[in-house]
């Protein structure tokens, strides 16, 4: 798709060996989404990282952390999209391994 081809357009127009080159880059060196997922999990980390308690959690976040597993995420299937609850749910459970609070939260954002 984002190369404006079809599976069928791609398959006549770039041999096996050049798909498996590709295969190869790829697996050196994401692109498109895999890379777009890579980087914001990285930030995601960083960000987590600044705002960690030592104390409560005293190893620190990795990028790995923050990867989505689509597999493990939707189980075969597409999931429904969370509710606000299970978003503030969610959100809070994230805070607390960051050692925070929704109460401190709420607090630094005036």
């Known amino acids: 798709m984002a190369l404006g081809l079809t599976v069928d357009e791609l398959g006549a ?3 096996a060996r050049e798909f498996v080159a590709w295969q190869v880059f790829a697996a050196r060196e994401p692109f498109g ?3 777009g997922d890579l980087q914001a999990a ?3 980390s960083v960000i987590a990282n ?3 308690d030592p104390k409560q959690r005293p190893q620190p976040f990795t990028t790995h952390d923050f990867l989505l597993d689509f597999d493990a995420m939707w189980d075969g299937e597409i999931a429904d999209e969370p509710t606000a609850e299970e978003q ?3 959100a809070a ?3 607390a391994r960051m050692g925070q609070t929704r109460d401190a939260l709420a607090a630094s954002h005036g």
Do not use: G, T
């Open 88 to 90: 503030a749910d969610n």
């Open 33 to 35: 989404e895999a890379r």
């Open 42 to 44: 990285h930030i995601a």
């Open 13 to 15: 127009r770039m041999s």
């Open 50 to 52: 600044v705002n960690r």
């Open 93 to 95: 459970r994230l805070m």
